[in-house]
């Protein structure tokens, strides 16, 4: 997003960095784009919430989870997760085509889309046309307890844009313990280390998200503690950041 904005933008930009001292973007791969080009000094600050309090909302969802697990029959199922807006660029028509081919390898995997949008019946003509309507499930749009749930049920969050500045909920699924599956054009790459916490798949390539999703298919430990309180897999603490801000403003 950054290499190809607009001229306009480009005119814009160009004539701020030239009056200010410093900037705060999101990500590591754009502030090493900015910094080879710019003189002023970019500092690196991701979107990512406190985990104060996180954990108690976690607890507090469990008892929602149940509920849920009971509903959709999601008991013993190995559950993908996406959570966010039914939006063309959110590439929601590329995951479902993907996870049909996978669904053809292991009836007992289920992907769930929680949130709602403009999109949300052209999805839902696409499970239907494609015959998926026990595997893909849109529950409709939550919020806080509400949604938190959803994110102890799942095993793996797989974030599948084709344009996202950076995709908070990546970071929301980190802490809950899902391991996750982030496009390689999300600015929240920067909260996985491959093979650690997550992967990074190319949106494009329908074929590469059906790999990857596969791949974690063959780990069963990623599916274990679907519904239990997982350990968080955020390896970037809220309170580092903050103090690595701190040091860098002291500069």
Not at 13 to 27: A, E, H, P, S
Not at 57 to 71: C, F, I, R, V
Not at 157 to 171: D, H, K, M, Q, T
Request: aromatic letters at 10%.
């Amino acid at each position: 997003m950054t290499q190809n904005a607009s001229l306009l933008k480009k005119i814009a930009r160009g004539l701020i960095l030239k009056i200010i001292n410093g900037m705060i973007v999101t990500n590591s791969e754009v502030a090493d784009w900015y910094t080879d080009r710019f003189p002023p000094r970019f500092i690196v600050f991701p979107i990512i919430r406190k985990e104060d309090g996180f954990g108690k909302e976690l607890s507090d969802s469990l008892s929602q989870a149940g509920q849920y697990e009971k509903k959709y029959n999601l008991t013993n199922k190995k559950i993908f997760l996406y959570v966010g807006r039914f939006a063309h660029e959110k590439n929601l028509e590329r995951l479902i085509e993907a996870f049909r081919i996978v669904y053809g390898t292991d009836k007992n995997t289920r992907l769930l889309l929680v949130g709602s949008g403009y999109m949300e019946q052209t999805l839902r003509d696409e499970v239907e046309k494609k015959r998926l309507n026990e595997a893909v499930i849109l529950p409709g749009r939550f919020e806080g307890i509400n949604l938190w749930a959803w994110y102890l049920i799942a095993g793996v969050f797989i974030l599948p844009s084709s344009y996202e500045r950076f995709g908070a909920v990546v970071n929301e699924a980190l802490l809950a313990g899902c391991y996750s599956l982030v496009s390689n054009v999300a600015g929240s790459t920067c909260l996985i280390q491959d093979g650690v916490n997550g992967t990074m798949i190319d949106p494009s390539d329908i074929q590469d998200m059906v790999n990857k999703m596969l791949e974690c298919l063959n780990k069963e430990f990623l599916f274990s503690q679907q519904g239990e309180i997982k350990n968080s897999r955020m390896l970037l603490h809220y309170e580092d950041a903050i103090a690595s801000l701190v040091e860098n403003f002291k500069k």
